[in-house]
């Protein structure tokens, strides 16, 4: 586990760790290198919520109305999956080309996807876009930890958190503004020139030094093919099961099955190679494997307020779309708060201490939300939310932190990876298992099927039904559900991380490294 000039300490020596190589200090090329992060960074975040907006004009331009859920779902799954694999490829041939051609896939699925003519066209042009954007979130996290030493790195995950909180609020208005006032294929194309100059930032001002200490092994293709294949698979059962095909039909259990072959083949291959994609030391060291389970859980939790707390707000409280919109919304704006204040809880506490406090309240503030009055103010789940974002910034950031400064350079990208993929994946069967929990839960109150989706469609014309009451009753006690399940997926990664997770995460520190004689920068530090 250990490096070349590499000691393990523990969280004793937190105050003194230099970022395992990273070398503390402050120079223009690193500000531009940042720059462009935050900028490559926004492009993946607010590309969902942005395109969301103009769905209407898009169906109506290509038609495909259908399918038009696979806008989302095939650039998920292509984002997810590939995770592992470029974390496993930035610790091989280093961030910069991988970050590059991250970029350089986003950039040439927005400009397919502007000039497509239907919808499958365009559908096969946002999964190149999900390919490119894999690239980009796994290896700006990795790089945000190799360019600051430990003690500074909460200020940069304090801006990337700030950046997703931005696009969150920006994109559905941005979106809804070229949607009304454009065509929409300048949602696409607008990505061009902010794009092209991050990666004109990341080749002129991103150098990292030869390494010739790192052996480099054959890379893991047929790993790689069978991850990607394997976590397709598997994605798509969770994400069209209940939605287009029962969950007992034999579409259904068929890609489960199948799912579970690949998962099989996939342990077969990666057993056998010489530099697999997704090595067993990421579930064989405990605070990986920890971590792993405790944000597969945070995506898992935070399905209850992104996707269901929006037509709570429109049916429950009765509030347009904007105003549902920043109820959510304020949650985006103490999270990045606290992450950046959790340095100096986790310098006293520890990294899994920290954590810990953060989900326990988490919990707590989950369990509030079922005991709101009904129907209640918009002030009240606005609250919960602000609360909820300032635990979760104290949960999250102190364990992707404590993890990446847990492994070496070489390591380092893998680690990030996984962990960013087990988020993805918790979100992903969140929405299904708790899509299927709101769906029970309306059937039971309302004598029959049905779904949220549905119900809250018919309350947007009250005089359609002649019970409107009833049904704002039963959202209600369906969201209510759906908040209880957030909670128990709260107590499962506080278990982990009570019973899994070791009390002291094992710092390393290295020793730090010489400048180059050619003037370059010194490992993990831009110019």
């Not at 919520?49 to 109305?65: E, M, R």
């Not at 080309?97 to 003519?117: E, H, M, N």
């Not at 600051?148 to 801006?159: S, T």
């Not at 704002?472 to 399940?485: E, F, L, S």
């Amino acid at each position: 586990m250990q490096g070349e000039g590499i000691s393990v300490t523990g969280e004793d020596g937190v105050d003194g760790v230099d970022g395992q190589g990273a070398i503390p200090g402050r120079s223009r090329g690193r500000g531009a290198v940042v720059a462009a992060l935050m900028l490559s960074m926004a492009l993946t975040a607010i590309d969902t919520t942005i395109v969301s907006t103009a769905v209407p004009q898009i169906v109506g331009s290509l038609g495909g109305f259908s399918i038009f859920s696979w806008l989302f779902s095939g650039y998920l799954l292509a984002a997810t999956v590939t995770l592992p694999v470029y974390g496993k490829l930035s610790d091989t041939f280093g961030r910069k080309p991988v970050l590059i051609a991250g970029c350089v896939l986003f950039l040439l699925g927005s400009a397919l996807c502007a000039l497509a003519w239907d919808m499958g066209s365009l559908i096969a042009f946002r999964v190149v876009q999900g390919l490119g954007g894999g690239a980009i979130q796994g290896t700006v996290q990795t790089l945000a930890a190799d360019l600051y030493p430990l003690k500074e790195r909460p200020k940069i995950q304090a801006k990337l958190s700030t950046v997703w909180a931005t696009s969150a609020v920006a994109g559905p208005a941005v979106g809804g503004l070229i949607a009304s006032y454009a065509d929409w294929r300048w949602i696409f194309l607008i990505n061009l020139p902010i794009g092209a100059f991050a990666l004109w930032l990341i080749v002129r001002h991103l150098h990292e030094p030869e390494r010739g200490t790192v052996r480099r092994g054959r890379v893991d293709w047929p790993g790689a093919l069978a991850v990607f294949a394997c976590g397709g698979v598997l994605l798509t059962a969770l994400v069209q099961g209940g939605v287009a095909w029962d969950w007992l039909s034999a579409p259904s259990l068929a890609l489960f099955a199948g799912g579970l072959a690949l998962v099989a083949l996939v342990v077969l291959i990666e057993r056998r190679a010489e530099e697999p994609i997704i090595p067993g030391w990421v579930w064989r060291r405990r605070t990986i494997a920890a971590v792993n389970l405790a944000l597969g859980a945070l995506g898992l939790l935070m399905v209850a307020p992104t996707v269901f707390l929006p037509t709570y707000a429109q049916s429950v409280l009765g509030l347009a779309p904007v105003a549902a919109g920043f109820v959510l919304s304020v949650m985006t704006l103490s999270w990045p708060v606290s992450a950046a204040l959790s340095q100096h809880v986790y310098r006293r506490l520890g990294f899994r201490n920290t954590a810990v406090t953060g989900i326990s309240a988490a919990a707590l503030i989950l369990l509030a939300f079922p005991l709101l009055p009904y129907p209640g103010e918009a002030w009240q789940p606005a609250l919960i939310m602000l609360l909820l974002g300032a635990a979760l910034g104290l949960f999250q950031l102190p364990l992707i932190v404590g993890v990446q400064s847990t492994v070496g350079w070489a390591e380092r990208g893998t680690a990030t990876g996984s962990i960013l993929f087990c988020r993805q994946i918790g979100q992903t069967l969140g929405a299904a298992l708790f899509g299927a929990v709101a769906n029970g839960v309306l059937s039971a109150r309302l004598g029959g099927s049905g779904s949220l989706d549905s119900v809250a469609r018919v309350l947007d014309d009250p005089g359609s039904v002649a019970d409107p009451e009833r049904l704002r009753r039963a959202v209600d006690a369906a969201v209510d559900a759906v908040y209880v399940g957030a909670c128990c997926a709260a107590v499962l990664a506080l278990l982990v991380l009570l019973f899994v997770a070791p009390r002291r995460f094992p710092v390393l520190t290295e020793e730090r490294p010489e400048p180059r004689p050619d003037g370059l920068p010194s490992p993990q530090q831009a110019d």
